[in-house]
């Protein structure tokens, strides 16, 4: 299995302002991924974030507001742009590929509170 | 497209209780079919899978089997623990969605001495 890290872990943002989430793997994965999680609902796929190049967003997403980044298989951030209360969440990173049946392997999350 | 399908929480029971959380799926092609659980304050964590028809996942004494017929894999455990008080997520990752998994709503369980 792989050992994902976030930092930070949590943090509290003023409206209209940006955060930048990091993730970094402990080894190389194929594919990682960005999700917010909302207090006590499921996953939402923001993006996956693909090495090299633009991330694919899901529907409902933008670039302008989640910029993402992969400059490398192990390492990815997220940014979240011009906050508003709306984005108070949980930002989850995750990381497959590893023994190639699609299992993911996540980080403890970044709970963001926007003020 | 892919759906999962969870049976619907809170779930509370007793210490030592039998557990089922109910998942049924609806893929393309044939799936691999997880089940993740997140402790309080924590990411999810891969709990079980199953990667074929007929595979039984286990760990930590907890069961699910993948059946292509009925579309389910549901989760069972003999005798819950306090310890295992989480939320449980059922999960599938098909060959037709670039590899992105899909997951239910999330079962919560709560175990009570």
């Known amino acids: 299995s792989a050992v994902i890290s976030q930092k930070p872990s949590r943090d509290i943002c003023q409206r209209g302002t940006s955060l930048t989430i990091q993730c970094q793997v402990d080894?190389?994965?194929?594919?990682m991924f960005w999700y917010r999680q909302q207090p006590g609902q499921s996953l939402t796929l923001i993006a996956t974030?693909?090495?090299?190049?633009?991330?694919?967003?899901e529907s409902g997403f933008v670039i302008d507001k989640f910029p993402i980044s992969r400059p490398n298989l192990t390492f990815s951030t997220l940014t979240v742009s011009n906050m508003s209360p709306e984005d108070s969440s949980i930002y989850l990173c995750?990381?497959?590929?590893?023994?190639?049946?699609?299992?993911?392997?996540f980080g403890p999350g970044t709970r963001l509170t926007v003020l | 497209g892919d759906s999962v399908t969870q049976m619907e929480g809170p779930v509370t029971l007793s210490e030592e209780a039998f557990l089922t959380i109910n998942c049924t799926y609806t893929?393309?092609?044939?799936?691999?079919l997880f089940w993740y659980v997140q402790y309080p304050g924590e990411g999810l964590q891969l709990l079980l899978k199953?990667?074929?028809?007929?595979d039984k996942g286990s760990n930590k004494g907890f069961e699910a089997t993948y059946r292509k017929e009925t579309t389910s894999f549901h989760l069972e455990k003999g005798s819950v623990q306090v310890s295992d008080s989480a939320v449980y997520f059922c999960?599938?990752?098909?060959?037709?969605?670039?590899?992105?998994?899909?997951f239910g709503d999330g079962t919560t369980l709560t175990v009570k001495p």
């Open positions: 995750s990381g497959s590929g590893l023994a190639g049946h699609g299992e993911q392997f």
């Open positions: 080894s190389q994965v194929t594919m």
């Open positions: 974030a693909n090495q090299g190049s633009e991330a694919t967003y």
């Open positions: 893929a393309t092609g044939y799936p691999s």
């Open positions: 199953a990667t074929k028809a007929d």
């Open positions: 999960a599938l990752s098909g060959s037709t969605n670039a590899g992105k998994s899909t």
